[in-house]
């Protein structure tokens, strides 16, 4: 609509709201369309006219910046079926922070199913990797383009954006390292050190001797961070990053003179090592600053001795805090064999001293992780420090919880009128809600209803949506 037609549309509006007759003052190709008519007819012609104009012609222009998104990509698993959708919502509301709204989107893809977008979409890369495309689509702000379903190359590296190139070259780690190295190699220098930290962080997978030379490579890149993972990747090679001389300003040196070297065993003797007494508060956090920054292997060759002879003659249970710094500098920086062969050590222990392998989790294998949480339900005593990163759902049997104290010590809790007891159970049901079989979760429910917990309670809520998806065959 032109300026003269807003003109003319501005009278004619002064005067219906005046009685009058307005077909004099509308524009001539209004008028082209209500003449012939009589003058009661020639009027409703032209309100009719006025208020489609009204209506659509003088709506805001969109700004010129604004651009037009693709579609929401399509994923590779079904969404979830309407019938378990309130569930799902009832889950979600529950769920008290982004990290475990993932893991209800993690249990529902163990089942088969994608969540709906109006009712959750994907925030971070610690979704699950279903959900790729989605936290692409949310980054592609230009609109413009999607990545591609061919296989990343580095002449298509830019048309990928960053989780789905996260997840190829993960794949690739896994079934072709070297060629994903080669790529990560070539394209890693050219991006921000937040991206280069996420792609080095990928050379875990498939880990090998070959890797040596690039991230050997990476002692000289700008980023502090990078250089940090670098150096701990190598450790976990036995590369030695940092060359220990022994002087005053070596932190090798320095961290060793904490730990007391010793002799036990009449017929057969060994090599112990134990921490040394602190101090003060001072000593500790010193202590602990250098545990973060040393690697293992730096540190055995302090010792003239071996991870694995390192490890063997640590002694647990000495000093709580120094065994938690131990088993921190495993997970980071120990080779593949001294973080097997302390995670077994641990939960042989049982009691507190198997706690400690929570600080190995990220890197152990789904068996030693089932082992330790089957450990830890059946002492009780610390189930609140379950810790589900990168746990698999999907595998908590019946008798799981049934061998030891644990469905005995939830019973209590849920009859009890304890607040703080009452708050622990509701994290623990959401624990098992997110490992359990359906089976179990139904078992479960049935039982703590038995116990006390209201029916409808929210703590309830992953397990009731857990128990309503028996599987990949579930009806629609």
């Given at each position: ?14 005067c219906?709201?005046?009685g009058?007759a307005?077909f004099?003052?509308?524009?001539a190709g209004?008028k082209a369309?209500?003449?012939?008519a009589?003058p009661?007819?020639?009027e409703r012609?032209?309100l009719?006219?006025?208020a489609q104009?009204l209506?659509?012609a003088?709506?805001p ?7 037009r998104?693709p579609l929401?990509?399509?994923l ?6 309407p019938?378990?959708?309130?569930l799902l919502r009832?889950?979600?509301k529950h769920a008290?922070?982004?990290r475990r709204?993932a893991r209800?989107?993690?249990l529902?893809a ?5 969540l709906?977008?109006m009712?959750w ?6 979704s699950?990797d279903?959900y ?7 980054a592609s702000?230009?609109?413009e383009r999607?990545a591609?379903?061919e296989?990343?190359?580095?002449e298509?590296?830019d048309?990928?954006?960053p ?7 993960a794949?690739?780690?896994r ?6 190295r080669?790529l990560?190699?070539a394209?890693a220098s050219g991006e921000p050190?937040e991206?280069r930290l996420?792609?080095?962080e990928?050379?875990?997978f498939?880990?090998?001797a070959?890797d040596v030379?690039?991230?050997?490579s990476?002692?000289a890149d700008?980023?502090g ?5 670098a150096?701990r990747?190598?450790a ?5 990053v ?7 300003d070596?932190?090798?040196?320095e961290?060793a003179a904490f ?8 017929i057969?003797r060994?090599t112990?090592?134990?921490p ?8 500790e956090?010193r202590?602990a600053?250098?545990?973060?920054i040393?690697?293992l292997?730096?540190?055995?060759e302090?010792?003239?001795t ?6 063997g ?12 710094l ?11 064999a001294a973080l097997?062969q ?6 042989a222990?049982?009691?507190k ?22 450990l830890?339900?059946k002492?009780?005593?610390y189930l609140g420090m379950i810790n ?5 759902v999907?595998?908590?049997e ?9 469905l ?6 849920a009859?009890g009128k ?6 622990g159970?509701?994290?623990?049901l959401?624990?098992i809600?997110?490992?359990a079989?359906?089976t ?8 703590m209803v038995?116990?006390?917990?209201p ?10 949506l857990n128990?309503?998806?028996a ?6």
């Amino acid at each position: 609509m032109n300026e003269s037609e807003q003109t003319g549309l501005a009278a004619m509006r002064d005067c219906w709201i005046t009685g009058g007759a307005t077909f004099d003052l509308a524009p001539a190709g209004w008028k082209a369309i209500a003449g012939g008519a009589s003058p009661d007819e020639q009027e409703r012609r032209l309100l009719a006219i006025a208020a489609q104009a009204l209506d659509v012609a003088l709506r805001p222009a969109a700004p010129t910046t604004l651009k037009r998104r693709p579609l929401l990509p399509r994923l590779a698993l079904p969404i979830l079926p309407p019938r378990f959708r309130p569930l799902l919502r009832a889950a979600l509301k529950h769920a008290a922070d982004a990290r475990r709204k993932a893991r209800v989107a993690a249990l529902v893809a163990s089942r088969g199913f994608v969540l709906h977008p109006m009712d959750w979409m994907p925030s971070d890369q610690n979704s699950p990797d279903v959900y790729a495309p989605w936290i692409d689509w949310q980054a592609s702000m230009n609109g413009e383009r999607l990545a591609p379903q061919e296989k990343l190359t580095a002449e298509n590296w830019d048309e990928f954006y960053p989780a789905a190139r996260r997840l190829a070259l993960a794949d690739m780690r896994r079934t072709d390292p070297t060629s994903a190295r080669m790529l990560i190699e070539a394209k890693a220098s050219g991006e921000p050190a937040e991206v280069r930290l996420v792609l080095v962080e990928l050379m875990r997978f498939g880990l090998s001797a070959e890797d040596v030379p690039f991230l050997k490579s990476l002692s000289a890149d700008r980023s502090g961070k990078v250089r940090e993972l670098a150096g701990r990747l190598l450790a976990r090679l036995g590369e030695h990053v940092r060359p220990s001389d022994g002087g005053p300003d070596d932190p090798v040196a320095e961290l060793a003179a904490f730990i007391t070297e010793g002799r036990s065993g009449f017929i057969r003797r060994r090599t112990i090592y134990t921490p040394a007494k602190l101090k003060s508060q001072a000593q500790e956090q010193r202590r602990a600053e250098l545990f973060e920054i040393c690697n293992l292997v730096d540190l055995t060759e302090r010792f003239n001795t071996t991870e694995a002879e390192f490890i063997g003659g640590w002694q647990f249970g000495a000093d709580n805090k120094a065994d938690i710094l131990i088993a921190r500098m495993v997970a980071a920086s120990g080779s593949e064999a001294a973080l097997t062969q302390m995670a077994d050590t641990l939960i042989a222990e049982g009691g507190k001293p198997a706690l400690f392998v929570l600080h190995l989790m990220p890197r152990l294998d789904n068996r030693r992780k089932r082992v330790l949480i089957r450990l830890i339900l059946k002492e009780t005593t610390y189930l609140g420090m379950i810790n589900l990163e990168g746990i698999d759902v999907d595998w908590l049997e019946w008798d799981d919880l049934t061998n030891g104290q644990a469905l005995a010590a939830l019973r209590s809790a849920a009859g009890g009128k304890d607040d703080a007891a009452r708050r622990g159970l509701d994290d623990v049901l959401e624990t098992i809600g997110f490992l359990a079989t359906a089976t179990t979760a139904a078992k479960l429910i049935d039982d703590m209803v038995a116990a006390g917990v209201p029916p409808a309670a929210p703590s309830l809520g992953l397990l009731r949506l857990n128990a309503s998806l028996a599987g990949p065959g579930t009806n629609t």
